[in-house]
């Protein structure tokens, strides 16, 4: 998760247990937009089989965005849109039903749109040997097949209004959506994988994972320059402690996470 920094350093902000293995969130941020239900994201899910969901440390037991969707009284089946940054398994997972020994999963949310971005969605059907495990065949057969799977062009989609922008990057995986939301008192960024927890708003800080680093820190760049200047927050997917945080320079000028809230339930626009 943090690419090529020490361990000596990165242990310093999130502390491994005895395995090296570090605690991560899977967030989804769900937005009310009338009477619009949108979900960005849907986490991991529970599609794994028992090995795989050892291999990877998924602690929980059950469809953890179910569960926490029905706690603040919805159902997958009230979800309008599902907007995916990209179709790792980490991000889309959650589109499938729980894994059943010896049966085929099924997509949930069946009255949905899904939204992804056409770089996205070409990357997740032709994957490089480097990150094809990170993407699940079935679940794309599945969304090709649902005649509900819309694309974004030109940073806009019809399923969403004016309120909504689209941001692309390719440091992370070609193609990957960061949904940019319009709010009174600024804008909130879902930042995805792009940034996805406080540590990583340092410029320098990549995760192993991302397929171009330094083409990343330069989007990363250009990215926290313009929510700065705005006033803007970054959501973060994969942060254990902080949903979301405003961006600020020290005396150095070197870019940093404050205003770290543990989550945005309640905020409106």
Known sequence: MFGNVPKALWSRWIRPDDANRIPLACRCMLVRDGDTLILLETGIGAFFEPKLKERYGVVESGHVLLENLATIGF?????DVVVLSHLHFDHAGGLLTEWRD???PELLFPNANYLVGTAAWERANRPHFRDRASFIPALNELLNNSGRLHFVKDGKSALLG?????????GHTPGLLLTEISMPDGPILFAGDLIPGTPWVHLPITMGYDRFPERLIDEKQKLLADLERRNGRLFFTHDHRTACSRIERDDRGRFRSCHEQESLAGITS
């Open 102 to 104: 010896g049966q085929p």
């Open 162 to 170: 004016d309120d909504y922008k689209f941001h692309t990057s390719d």
């Open 75 to 79: 159902d997958h089946e009230e979800i």
